[in-house]
């Protein structure tokens, strides 16, 4: 999994607008810690180093560990709130996990072995569908990526979530369906060679 990352923080010893405001002003973000049956922990984080964490890519699968007075609280980082025009984080959510908790995360998909899959040889296109996966998984096992398999996939063939292998301990929030990752799309030259029915197709619809 990522590794984990650590945000100082201090508690804020006042709420509201105003108080907000003020602590903007001089480079912190407020923020709140909540879950695991305890009282919700109101922060303050400095905005520089919540902003270099962000950029790292895989903030929200990552464990944070939130040190406040002393203490280490282990996290999630479950919303970040930005300004529309600046970008500038305004306020952060962070999910306390209890020992042993499972923890819902979107974790990213890649893609291996495109060289042996004989659509995408032929000049085919790897249409992906979901980015992301919606995973339930323990909170110490957050996967960084789940690699999906893409040997012997050929033109006009989907890749479904039964097609993935997650790792042990790993299963997917969606359990109703089995969903389409991606798809292997004709090429163009194909395409126009064979006529491109797709108008019709969904004219007759």
Avoid: W
Wanted: overall charge negative; proline content about 6%.
């Amino acid at each position: 999994m990522s590794d984990q990352l650590t945000l100082p923080a201090e508690t804020r010893e006042r709420a509201g607008k105003g108080a907000s405001r003020a602590l903007r002003r001089e480079g912190r973000v407020p923020a709140v810690v909540y879950g695991a049956n305890e009282e919700p922990l109101a922060i303050h984080v400095e905005e520089k180093e919540l902003t270099r964490q962000l950029m790292t890519g895989h903030f929200f699968n990552s464990i944070v560990e939130v040190e406040v007075n002393g203490q280490k609280v282990r996290t999630l980082p479950k919303d970040v709130a930005f300004h529309p025009v600046s970008d500038r984080p305004l306020h952060a959510d962070f999910l306390r996990l209890a020992k042993g908790s499972t923890v819902h995360v979107n974790v990213p998909v890649s893609f291996a072995n495109e060289e042996l899959s004989p659509g995408l040889k032929r000049g085919g296109v790897l249409n992906i569908v979901r980015h992301e996966l919606e995973l339930v998984c323990p909170a110490d096992k957050i996967p960084d990526d789940i690699v999906i398999d893409v040997t012997g996939f050929d033109v006009g063939e989907s890749i479904h979530f039964s097609h993935v292998k997650l790792p042990a301990g790993v299963e997917s929030a969606i359990t109703d369906r089995d969903f389409t990752i991606a798809t292997i799309a004709a090429p163009s030259a194909l395409k126009s060679s064979e006529g491109d029915t797709t108008k019709t197709e969904g004219e007759e619809a």
